[in-house]
């Protein structure tokens, strides 16, 4: 166990989130003098950008409330603290959306659940993570749970931002909203280090390159699938910008993501496929079964309608990743044409940003981040991937054509 575990407790967990985990401390601590629990405040809001770390956060309080410690809350030690951090704790409840939203059936169980008493803990904590893609109905029903919240529950939203795109406005008033913010490259670099064992050298490359997201850190310092997808999105920086490459780039970038997805899920399909089956009856031979399946045939569209969307959902997680890598490349860029001393987003890219600077102006290479953001914004609308990225291809293709160049002149 690393120090950090032992001074911090399960708050070891967090990233350069002082504030965060000051505000955290102190609220569970008076939670534990507050034994009518009506002093509590019954619902949280917990944003911040992909990596902050957001939903570990909201884990991590969980765990100092029911920790039983005499100690600071959340302990990391005992009975509570450990269950709660591993998933098992029964009055917790982790919400983890695998597809494209929370439906209102989905969110029933939930409220469900809201309205019990705790079992074992001291309080029923119910855990939601993205709740950006919570439904309408489904914020409006756990709205009702929030306005009037039973006595021991607490529930933890977590979403990017408090933008009303991500969540709703009634639902964020009735929160007490904690911010998380994007860790600095040196904090990520010293959890990759004490905690994963990585050299410094190794550990604060991957950071400066990971957009402060810490998990990105880990997996680019030691993870080659991970590095391999960064050099596609950095070679694609260049491949759009010339008409010969840019739509066999394109092309080859949708292709990947979909066998990508499909290797993700694949075991996953067929065991919910089988155990479906299963309860339906349909592993019997017996002289009903064949009626029971028929019977059943709704129950496998929805099952399929949901893995469909599960994997709509990760090709757009993979896409999103390359975009953001894309037009870092691009910004990298822009800075370098302007002279600016920010940080890069690929410090080991800079010659490559320097050359990309050099042949179109900084007027063209803001119109290639504009045409990655509008990429990611057409995805979001269910434009189809191919089409987004052949849009994009075109758009940074243009900002490249000789009347936007430099070169000669
Ligand atoms: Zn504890």
């Known amino acids: 166990m690393s120090s950090d575990v032992t001074e911090r407790g399960v708050f070891g967990r967090l990233v350069g989130q002082h504030d965060v985990e000051q505000s955290l401390r102190a609220a569970a601590l008076s939670a534990r003098g507050d034994s009518s629990g009506s002093d509590m405040t019954h619902a949280w ?43 098992t704790h029964g009055d917790v409840r982790r919400i983890i959306p695998d597809g494209l939203s929370i439906s209102v059936k989905g969110m029933r169980e939930i409220v469900n659940i809201a309205s019990r008493r705790p079992t074992t803990g001291r309080w029923q904590v119910i855990v939601v993570e993205d709740a950006d893609r919570l439904t309408e109905g489904a914020a409006n029903a756990l709205l009702k749970v929030v306005e009037e919240p039973p006595d021991r529950t607490v529930i933890l939203l977590c979403a990017p931002t408090t933008d009303p795109e991500d969540m709703s406005v009634t639902l964020r008033s009735r929160c007490r909203h904690l911010a998380l913010v994007t860790p600095s490259v040196e904090s990520i670099a010293q959890v990759l280090i004490g905690r994963d064992g990585l050299a410094p050298d190794q550990a604060r490359f991957a950071a400066s390159i990971s957009g402060g997201h810490v998990g990105r850190a880990r997996r680019l310092a030691t993870d080659d699938v991970a590095r391999d997808e960064r050099a596609r999105s950095l070679r694609l920086a260049f491949d759009a910008a010339s008409a010969s490459t840019a739509y066999k780039a394109a092309e080859n970038l949708v292709k990947s993501i979909e066998s990508e997805t499909k290797t993700l899920f694949t075991d996953v399909k067929e065991r919910e496929l089988e155990e479906l089956k299963v309860s339906l009856g349909g592993g019997g031979t017996g002289k009903g079964t064949a009626g029971t399946l028929r019977g059943s045939a709704g129950l496998i569209k929805e099952l399929e309608a949901r893995q469909k ?26 800075s370098y044409a302007l002279g600016s001393s ?37 995805v979001d609308f269910n434009v189809k991937l191919q089409w987004a990225l052949d849009a994009m291809v075109a758009s940074i293709g243009e900002a490249f054509r000789p009347p936007f160049s430099r070169s000669g002149g």
């Open 45 to 87: 809001l917990f944003t911040g950008p992909p990596g902050s770390g957001r939903s570990v956060a909201a884990l991590c309080f969980a765990a100092a409330l029911q920790c039983t410690s005499d100690g600071e809350p959340g302990c990391g030690q005992c009975h509570a603290c450990t269950t709660t951090m591993a998933g």
């Open 342 to 378: 920010s940080t890069s987003t690929h410090p080991d890219m800079a010659e490559r940003a320097s050359d990309l600077a050099s042949r179109t102006s900084p007027e063209g290479l803001l119109k290639c981040i504009e045409a990655v953001l509008a990429c990611r914004e057409a």
């Open 309 to 334: 969307s599960r994997d709509t959902r990760a090709k757009r997680d993979l896409l999103d990743r390359t975009l953001i890598d894309l037009a870092g490349m691009y910004r990298d860029a822009l």
